[in-house]
């Protein structure tokens, strides 16, 4: 009998540790990814706190993205610097060289590929709905603007 009572209530801690296994303090993130009035698709989009893990997701077809943290859904709540790359790239063969060089193209414009230079932030909210995050990206790939 005190087995049952132990097994049950073993059951039952294991189940409600699993809704919030991350620790971390998480809200949904959603948004949309335009460069010059169009959509791009498969951008890489980072989400970087002062401190604590970042949030990554990637772009689809119509430029939409969610948000994972640690293999979590969502981002961490407060303020968050952010970056939007989209690069292809290839590897070069120089003849005599021992090892090949690679090029990457960039189809949005570099300083949007660090949080440091991108000048795009945003601010994760616990509110449910308030996460939404349009980035209207402008400028000339190869400007560095």
């Known amino acids: ?5 132990f097994g049950r209530s073993l059951v039952l801690c294991i189940v409600a540790a699993g809704c919030n296994r991350s620790g971390l303090n998480l809200a949904y993130v959603e948004g949309v990814v335009t460069y010059n009035g ?3 698709e498969h951008a890489g989009v980072l989400f970087k706190p002062e401190t604590g893990p970042f949030a990554m997701g990637t772009t689809d077809a ?12 969502g981002a961490l709540i407060g303020e968050h610097r952010v970056s939007i790359s989209k690069t292809q790239t290839t590897p070069t063969t120089i003849p005599g060289a021992r090892f090949p060089r690679y090029d990457i193209k960039h189809f949005v414009p570099e300083k949007y590929a660090s949080p440091a230079t991108s000048e795009l932030t945003a601010t994760v909210s616990r509110s449910k709905g308030e996460n939404h995050f349009e ?3 402008t400028g000339k790939v190869g400007s560095g603007s």
């Open 1 to 5: 009998m005190i087995f049952r009572w």
């Open 38 to 40: 169009q959509p791009v």
């Open 62 to 73: 119509d430029g939409k993205f969610t948000l994972i943290t640690a293999n979590h859904p």
């Open 135 to 137: 980035f209207k990206l």
